[in-house]
């Protein structure tokens, strides 16, 4: 299995930035690739961007041009940088690999208008 840690959350004022960590241990020669997702308070889950083992990226129309996902290999982290964040981007953020059903605690992330 894979445990996983996000970290790097916080609050900022729109059109800040902030970047989101995930650190990944266990069965982690595994990981083929991870999803960043968050989930806002009375809304469900949502996907916001992927990484996958070849390095390209997909992004949800709401975040792509602001969001860039990114990895680090030999610290077995991956990264979310945000920037031009909007007050609809409040959520605590999560990072889960594509081939394990695996979640972390995540990180709050506040945007104040």
């Known amino acids: 299995q894979v445990q996983l840690v996000e970290s790097g959350g916080g609050l900022v004022q729109a059109g800040g930035s902030l970047r989101l960590s995930c650190a990944a241990s266990g069965s982690i020669v595994g990981i083929r690739g991870m999803g960043w997702y968050r989930q806002a308070p009375q809304k469900q889950r949502e996907w916001v961007a992927s990484i996958f083992s070849d390095d390209s990226t997909r992004y949800a129309s709401s975040v792509k041009g602001r969001f860039t996902v990114s990895r680090d290999n030999a610290e077995n982290k991956w990264y979310l940088q945000m920037n031009s964040l909007k007050p609809e981007d409040t959520a605590v953020y999560y990072c889960?690999?594509?081939?394990?059903?695996?979640w972390g605690q995540g990180t709050q992330v506040t945007v104040s208008s």
């Open positions: 889960k690999p594509l081939n394990f059903n695996s």
